[in-house]
């Protein structure tokens, strides 16, 4: 289970989070929604540690991650899969190789034929054909580029899955089809999940529940049901907005 309790988080005069609490349970997946801008990938990277929270808690399989030494957190990121906004690949390596990084057992990692199996089942699960691992990063396109991040955030075989707007810069067509990933992924894998969005339409098909982050904190939870039915103002403008967006895109 993810937990964050009453967490607090300014960078200078600005405040980001602003006392969120925010649950995900066991194998649930749970979209986090709200517009550019308002703290919610500042929250994802409170829950594999790589911020910490002013006050308040961040609790991981019931650990504090702000608490925890520096091997006690590589330990708990073994289960934690980040799959960031731009896939953050290392342009200098091959796909094979960024995919082989996010192998988390170092016994694992060093097996030659394992590394060779798992990149193509990684490959396999985002819909990639195999012989994507000889290419470089510079030859994918942004969708592409997306998934190999997606690849590798699952390579470990990993309890949690972060997704960092996965559908960002993506066109409408790509977009549904990285939905329709997520979606499948959720179904194999059986992981819990975060998927921080702007995108309505897309958090209502892959999520259980669906969290709105207005002005620094949680505004509201829900399913995908109960969000549509919410009587809140914030809340009909934010749907408002978004589905005029989309018709427009299309």
């Not at 399989?61 to 731009?86: C, H, M, N, W």
């Amino acid at each position: 289970m993810i937990e964050l309790r009453n967490v607090r988080k300014r960078f200078g005069r600005q405040v980001v989070l602003d006392g969120v609490d925010f649950v995900v349970q066991e194998g649930e997946t749970v979209a986090l929604l709200g517009p550019s801008g308002t703290g919610k990938s500042v929250l994802l990277k409170h829950i594999i540690g790589l911020l910490k929270p002013d006050s308040g808690d961040v609790l991981v399989d019931g650990l504090s991650v702000p608490s925890l030494q520096r091997q006690e957190l590589a330990d708990l990121r073994k289960k934690i899969g980040y799959a960031f906004q731009t896939g953050a690949l290392f342009d200098s390596s091959s796909v094979f190789e960024n995919i082989h990084l996010g192998i988390a057992d170092d016994t694992k990692y060093r097996d030659a034929a394992f590394s060779r199996e798992r990149v193509a089942e990684c490959l396999r699960l985002v819909n990639l054909p195999e012989d994507v691992a000889r290419l470089m990063p510079i030859q994918l396109s942004g969708g592409m580029r997306k998934r190999v991040g997606i690849a590798r955030a699952i390579a470990g075989r990993p309890k949690y899955l972060l997704y960092d707007e996965p559908t960002s810069g993506l066109d409408p067509v790509n977009a549904d089809v990285m939905d329709g990933l997520i979606e499948n992924l959720q179904k194999e894998l059986h992981a819990t999940s975060v998927v921080v969005s702007h995108d309505v339409r897309g958090s209502f098909r892959v999520a259980d529940r669906i969290a709105l982050l207005h002005q620094g904190r949680i505004r509201a939870v829900g399913t995908p049901e109960e969000f549509m039915a919410a009587k809140d103002e914030v809340v009909r403008e934010f749907l408002e907005r978004d589905f005029q967006v989309a018709e427009m895109e299309r």
